[in-house]
């Protein structure tokens, strides 16, 4: 007998939740979609019966349903306006999204202690369009530099790539930074280059043709796309020199503040 209550009382929660209903589900949006969180809760059980529904953002509550079937969201400025809870199913809209939307959300039912659906949210921002700078070498060279750069990027990863073949990456995890990929080719190599920034969702992309982008040996300040920008090998050199120069003059700051301290000890070490 006990052990046919247990399975009624099994199939009962199937009934109303589902057999996912310990389940964890992962939802990937980007900033400005809407999302719903669906609870797979049967309209058949809610009609007509009483109980009272809560969704929860990192452990606070900011959508409920009441046993009167009043419903009603926080009032808090996070989610302000972009909330909408349908009665009947008990599923979640969460409109225009935002990054700070990140983050993991529960349905929990009350009446008899009927709950668990959660969801992991993550939002992406748009990713911005790489930017690639050639530094080109002298004419008698046969080879040049290429530099790509992305602008405060998070969960995302930078790829150098030769035709379909990645060669290099790097990946950037919450953190918004900017991120930077150099990369080494010849001037007679006849493929062409793509830098790739990608998350889960979207990807932006900037191409470069080594014949006719990597370098001019007249000046290649132009190539027909505003995402490619030329550094002459002066311009290159004049850059390595100041960085040089900036390295030189930190490290002579520090010599004199040690040789500062040391003076001023000894000559204090002389009075006493």
């Known amino acids: 007998m006990a052990h046919a209550v ?3 009382f099994l199939c009962h929660l199937i009934g109303v939740f589902g057999a996912d209903a310990d389940e964890v589900k992962t939802v ?3 900033e400005g979609d809407s999302v719903t969180l669906n609870s797979n809760l049967n309209p058949d059980f809610t009609e007509g019966q009483r109980y009272n529904l809560e969704w929860l953002f990192t452990g606070v509550v900011i959508a409920t ?3 009167s079937q009043q419903i009603s969201y926080d009032s808090a400025e996070r989610f302000r306006d972009r909330l909408q809870l349908d009665h009947q199913t008990g599923s979640l809209t969460i409109k225009n999204m935002k990054t700070t939307d990140s983050g993991l959300y529960r349905l929990e039912m009350t009446e008899k202690q009927l709950l668990r659906k959660s969801f992991s949210v993550t939002v992406y921002a ?7 700078t050639r530094y ?5 060279s046969g080879s040049g530099s290429l530099l790509c750069t992305v602008m405060n990027v998070s969960r995302a990863t930078l790829s150098w790539y030769k035709g379909m073949s990645v060669l290099t990456n790097i990946s950037v995890s919450d953190l918004s930074i900017s991120l930077s990929l150099h ?9 062409t280059y793509s830098c790739v920034i990608n998350n889960p969702i979207s990807n932006q992309t900037t191409h470069l043709d080594i014949i006719t982008q990597l370098c001019s040996h007249t000046h290649a300040s132009t190539t027909g796309s505003d995402n490619i920008v030329s550094c002459g090998s002066a311009e290159a050199v004049i850059r390595l020199v100041v960085s040089a120069l900036m390295g030189v003059a930190a490290v002579a700051a520090v010599v004199v503040l040690i040789f500062d301290i040391r003076s001023r000890k000894v000559e204090h070490e002389r009075r006493n």
């Open 6 to 8: 247990v399975v009624i």
């Open 183 to 191: 990369l080494d080719v010849e001037y007679q190599d006849k493929n």
């Open 126 to 132: 748009p990713l911005p369009i790489p930017v690639i």
């Open 136 to 140: 080109c070498p002298s004419s008698s």
């Open 65 to 67: 349903i009441d046993t």
């Open 28 to 30: 990937l949006a980007k």
